[in-house]
C-alpha cells in the first residue's frame, strides 16, 4: 500500500501552473492557486471541528465552484467525501447522512425554484450522529436564509489558505456514492483514492488528454454529484491543468453559447444531452463551423447511446462522438471507444487499460457458452469499487474473485467490442421471448417524425408483458400513434414491435440525464 491522497491532482498542476484558469463560472475566473488556497481553508476548518481522517463529509451542490473547493477540502483533512443529489427531499437526505455516517455536512443554499438549503436542513435534523451543518450561500457575503445555521463563508473566514494534507492510504475510501436505488434502497460504493485516481488519469489514453499544446477547456454540464462528471470532467481536467466552465443546469441553447464563447474543446454528456443540443443548434445563433472547429473530443456516457444521434453529431460537428460505458462502483469509466480510430457506432468500445471485462450467464458466475451470444457484463480491474458502504452482503453478492456484475446486458463482436443490449431489469419478456428495448427504441427513432422514444414493459393478461412507446414527436410531424404501429410492425419482428404508443411532450429525467423509465405506463 503507498500514501496518495486524491487532493494530489489539485496540488501537482497549481505547483506547475498557479495561475492558469481552473475553473470558470460566469464572469467568475478561479485560477489553481485560489482554488488550492480556498481548499485548504475548508480542510482547516474541518480539522478545526474535530473532523479525523477517515470521517464522512456530505455535500450538496450544483456545478458551483464551491463544490470543486469542498470536495477537495475535505480530502485535503483525510475525510470521504459524500456527494449527494441536489433533488433529494429532507426524508431522503436524512436516510443518506445515516447510512453514510457522515459527521458533517455542507449544503447550497438552493433557488426559490429548488430549495437545495431547506430540504438539506431538514435531513439534518433528523440525522443521528451528523454533527455539522455549514450552508453554502451564492452570494458568500450573505447571512444565512436559514435562522441559526452557520455559513461556510463565515466558517472559513479566519481559516489560513494553507495547509499540509494528511497523507491517505491509496487503498482508503475517497469518495463513496450512492447508486440511484431504482431497486430497493440507494447503496453506498466506497471508491478507493487509487480507484478515482486512475479512472482521471486514464483521460491520457483515452482522449489524448495532456498531450496537446494547449489544455483542454471542459465545459460541465453533468452534475458534479454524479461519476461521470466527477470524474471525466472535474478530476480528469484538474489531472492534466485543463479549465473546467460550469454549467449548473443543462439547457440545450445555454450550453451552446457558452461552448461558443469559451472555446469549449471538451464536451461530456448523456445521449440525452446531445439530443438537446442538436434540437437547439439552427435557432441558438452560434456559428455553428467555429463551435465545430474548436471541440476536439465529445464523449458519451450513462445510457445507450442511439445510433440516430450519433451519426447527425457527428454530421453537424465533424466529431465522432466517443461512448463509454461504466457504473458508480467502477469509478465510472470501464470501457470506451478508442480515440483516434474508427468507433463502431452502437459500440462502448474495448475495456480501458488495466481492465477486463467478460459476459456471464445471468443466473451464474459462469462464463456465457460459445452458442450464447448476450450475457451480463462483468468487470475486474483498477476501478472496482471497495464495497458497498456497510453492506458486506450486497458486495458478496456483486463481486467475486474480483470481478463486479454489472446488471447490464451485453454482447462482443469477434475484435473484442462490446454493445451493451439493455439493462437486465428493463429486459421485457413478452409471450415467453425476450425484447430488449434498446433495440426498439433505435428502430423507432429512424422514422423522420420521431425525435426521441422510450420503450418499456405493462402488464398484460395472456402475453405477460406488451411492448409500449412512449414518444417525443419532431416539429411539425404528422404521423398518429395507430401510423406509428402500423409502420413499426412493418419493420420489427411480431414479438418486438410496440402494440402501443404514446405521444408526449417530454420524458421524465434524473437529475443526470436518463431517461426514468420506472415512472413511465
Given amino acids: 500500500m503507498t500514501s496518495y491522497n486524491l487532493s494530489s491532482l489539485l496540488e501537482e498542476t497549481t505547483a506547475a501552473h498557479p495561475e492558469r484558469d481552473a475553473i470558470v ?13 480556498a481548499a485548504n481553508q475548508v480542510a482547516n476548518l474541518l480539522v478545526e471541528r474535530g473532523i479525523k481522517p477517515g470521517d464522512k463529509v456530505a455535500l450538496s451542490c450544483p456545478n458551483l465552484p464551491y463544490f470543486t473547493i469542498v470536495y477537495y477540502g475535505i480530502l485535503k483533512a483525510g475525510g470521504t467525501v459524500v456527494p449527494l443529489n441536489v433533488l433529494l427531499k429532507g ?29 438539506g436542513y431538514a435531513g439534518f435534523g433528523e440525522a443521528e450522529g451528523c454533527e455539522h451543518f455549514f450552508m453554502i450561500t451564492a452570494d458568500p457575503t450573505a ?16 481559516q489560513a489558505p494553507t495547509f499540509e494534507t494528511v497523507a491517505t492510504d491509496e487503498d482508503d475510501t475517497a469518495v463513496i456514492l450512492y447508486t440511484s436505488g431504482t431497486t430497493g434502497q440507494p447503496k453506498g460504493a466506497e471508491l478507493r483514492h487509487r480507484n478515482m485516481r486512475d479512472n482521471a488519469r486514464s483521460g491520457e489514453e483515452l482522449f489524448g488528454a495532456g498531450t496537446t499544446e494547449k489544455p483542454d477547456t471542459y465545459i460541465c454540464v453533468l452534475p458534479l454529484f454524479h461519476s461521470f462528471g466527477q470524474t471525466v470532467i472535474q478530476n480528469g481536467a484538474f489531472a492534466f491543468g485543463g479549465t473546467v466552465v460550469m454549467l449548473p443546469r443543462f439547457e440545450a441553447d445555454a450550453a451552446l453559447k457558452l461552448m461558443a464563447k469559451e472555446e469549449i474543446t471538451f464536451f461530456a454528456g448523456v445521449p440525452t444531452m446531445y439530443w438537446g443540443l442538436l434540437g437547439a443548434l439552427d435557432d441558438s445563433g452560434v456559428d455553428v463551423k467555429a463551435l465545430a472547429g474548436n471541440l476536439r473530443v465529445s464523449v458519451a456516457g450513462g445510457s445507450a447511446l442511439p445510433v440516430e444521434v450519433h451519426k447527425e453529431f457527428e454530421k453537424r460537428f465533424g466529431v465522432t462522438i466517443l461512448e463509454g460505458y461504466g457504473l458508480s462502483e467502477t469509478s465510472p469509466v470501464a470501457s470506451f471507444s478508442k480515440y483516434g480510430e474508427d468507433v463502431r457506432v452502437g459500440s462502448i468500445g ?31 480491474g483498477h476501478n472496482i469499487m471497495k464495497g458497498y458502504y456497510g453492506r458486506p452482503d450486497a458486495t458478496a453478492d456483486s463481486i467475486q474473485d474480483g470481478w463486479f456484475r454489472s446488471g447490464d446486458l451485453g454482447r462482443k463482436d469477434d475484435d473484442g467490442w462490446y454493445y451493451i443490449v439493455d439493462r437486465s431489469k428493463d429486459m421485457i419478456i413478452r409471450g415467453g421471448y425476450n425484447v430488449y428495448p434498446r433495440e426498439i427504441e433505435e428502430v423507432l427513432m429512424t422514422h423522420p417524425d420521431v425525435s426521441l422514444a422510450a420503450v418499456i414493459g405493462v402488464p398484460h393478461e395472456s402475453h405477460g408483458e406488451e411492448i409500449k412507446a412512449v414518444v417525443i414527436l419532431e416539429k411539425n410531424a404528422s404521423v398518429t ?13 411480431s414479438y418486438k414491435y410496440p402494440r402501443l404508443v404514446e405521444f408526449v411532450g417530454d420524458l421524465p429525467m434524473t437529475a443526470t440525464g436518463k431517461i426514468l423509465k420506472r415512472e413511465l405506463s
Avoid at 152 to 157: D, I, K, T, Y
Avoid at 351 to 379: H, R, T
Wanted: proline share 6%; charged share 25%; hydrophobic share 40%.
Fill in 25 to 37: 463560472f460566469g464572469d467568475t475566473r478561479l485560477s489553481y492557486a485560489q482554488v488550492n488556497g
Fill in 91 to 119: 426524508r431522503e437526505v436524512a436516510y443518506h447522512l445515516g447510512d453514510s455516517d457522515a459527521k458533517a455536512y455542507f449544503c447550497f443554499q438552493g433557488t426559490p425554484e429548488l430549495a437545495i438549503g431547506a430540504e
Fill in 143 to 158: 447571512a444565512s436564509p436559514i435562522d441559526g445555521t452557520e455559513t461556510m463563508a463565515a466558517a472559513m473566514g479566519g
Fill in 350 to 380: 474495448t475495456p480501458i487499460p488495466g481492465v477486463e471485462m467478460k459476459l456471464l450467464k445471468p443466473e451464474s458466475w459462469d462464463e456465457i457458452g460459445p452458442d450464447d451470444e448476450i450475457g451480463e457484463i462483468a468487470i475486474k
Fill in 481 to 493: 400513434e395507430d401510423e406509428l404501429v402500423a409502420w413499426g410492425k412493418e419493420q420489427m419482428a
